[in-house]
């Protein structure tokens, strides 16, 4: 489980930010679970106040775990996206850390770069509530705990300076890593971005028959039109070929297992990219077209509906509830931004409630979202859709800045009207709208246009002139 982000000098995050999911009240966990940290955190703002760039840190966090050996050549520094209003801010780290709680054992990650390298970087372990050096890096030196084994300490002599030696430790098979850096690959999801096309897990994932039944239940309880969601796939023409591997011939309805094993493999640092592309090359060569969602409707419908012909909602409701599905089931963290996009603050509601219900959420998945909808700050149909250690606020100062903080700063009592407060002002996070200003820019250009002029007849000889 994911206990708090820490992120400071990315985008329009200048200081020190922190997302702590540990929770300040009694009542964000149910006695039933074992749940280290909350497992719903909802950020709340105005436009523009910052709160898909902290999403989007935790997402840069990610791709820097996972591809910084391949994105790492020589001499070719870093990308990152420091804070643009500043100029000292260049010149100054960014920084990314991360508290994590894997197998009942804390561990800390976390680094600082600039655009040539990485400049700190360390990983923690808290097994028996004792602080465990795993290692420390400063700049090209590295210092490791009294009980480092010796094959991660040799993982430094391949460690570029603009890599992290986490990425490589992994994919050396070193197991005191792999815990954190498979949290990066494996249990940390980004819901798609909403877009006319497909899914891209449609193509990216294998959709087995019974997550299309819990889609089917799941769209027609929303009341949506749709009776059930079908995959149509397209079989290639793999007559007369032949694809061995290590002398074995494997036969077409395995291949796609061997492309996932390879891509597993690939991450682990155990291959290189070569065989999967060859795997991958035959693949397309002998596939058909892709997989196509098909949506069928009750009453008079005589054709299901592919995804172009749907509705916003029921397809932004098909992408979400399908990485809802997946999480829950094998736990993880979801993070969804502008959750209450193309979606009812009910069906919102329901999606939060599934990670707050121990039955449903077994293995402790959390989600965390960006939202404008004040909706879910109050109750919907008699029930609190987030409790007071769920919800965020975001802020952006006169300069620039984001501010994140919590609404337990503010000391809530359980029965406040939290949505009027917030419509309200009372917890920031909301524009200062100059609304004279406002209502000048959007009608100056029906002011400036000329006025209509006509002439009325009332009858044979009187006229008149009107505007």
Known sequence: ???????????????????????????????????????????????????????????????????????????????????????????????????????????????????????????????????????????????????????????????????????????????????????????????????????????????????????????????????????????????????????????????EDLRREETRRVARGDRDFSRLSAVSAVIAQTSGRPPELLFHHGGLSVRPFTWEEESQGTRTLTALGYEVQSVLEAGGVLVVDEIDASLHPHLSAQVIALFRDVTRNPHGAQLIFTSHDAALLGQIRGERVLLRDHVWFVEKEAYGRTTLYPLSDFRPRGEDNRARRYLVGRYGGVPDIDESTLRDALSQGASKREPSVRKVCLGEQTCQTTE
Not at 2 to 15: A, C, G, Q, T, Y
Not at 177 to 192: D, G, H, I, K, Q
Request: net charge negative; glycine share 8%; hydrophobic share 40%.
């Open 1 to 255: 489980m994911l206990l708090s982000f820490r992120v400071e000098n990315h985008k329009s995050i200048r200081e020190e930010q922190q997302l702590l999911l540990t929770p300040t009240y009694d009542d964000a966990r149910p006695e039933s679970a074992d749940w280290e940290a909350i497992t719903v955190a909802g950020i709340f703002g105005a436009n523009a106040s910052g709160k898909s760039n902290l999403l989007n840190a935790l997402s840069f966090m990610r791709d820097t775990v996972r591809w910084s050996m391949n994105h790492g050549e020589p001499g070719g520094g870093i990308r990152r996206e420091p804070f643009a209003l500043d100029a000292e801010a260049a010149a100054d780290p960014s920084v990314f850390v991360v508290d994590l709680m894997l197998s009942g054992v804390r561990h800390t990650y976390g680094f600082a770069i600039d655009d040539e390298q990485v400049l700190e970087e360390w990983l923690y372990t808290y097994p028996k509530r004792r602080k465990r050096v795993l290692f420390e890096r400063d700049g090209e030196e590295f210092e490791f705990g009294d009980s480092t084994p010796a094959k991660l300490r040799r993982a430094k002599d391949i460690t570029g300076p603009n890599v992290l030696f986490l990425t490589v430790a992994a994919r050396a098979s070193n197991e005191e890593v792999e815990p954190v850096y498979r949290w990066f690959s494996e249990e940390l999801f980004f819901a798609s971005e909403r877009s006319s096309g497909p899914p891209a897990w449609l193509t990216e994932r294998q959709v087995t028959q019974e997550q299309l039944v819990r889609l089917s239940e799941l769209l027609r309880s929303a009341d949506t039109g749709v009776h059930s969601v079908v995959l149509k796939t397209s079989p290639g023409n793999v007559e007369g070929v032949t694809f061995a591997v290590d002398g074995r011939v494997v036969p077409p309805g395995e291949w």
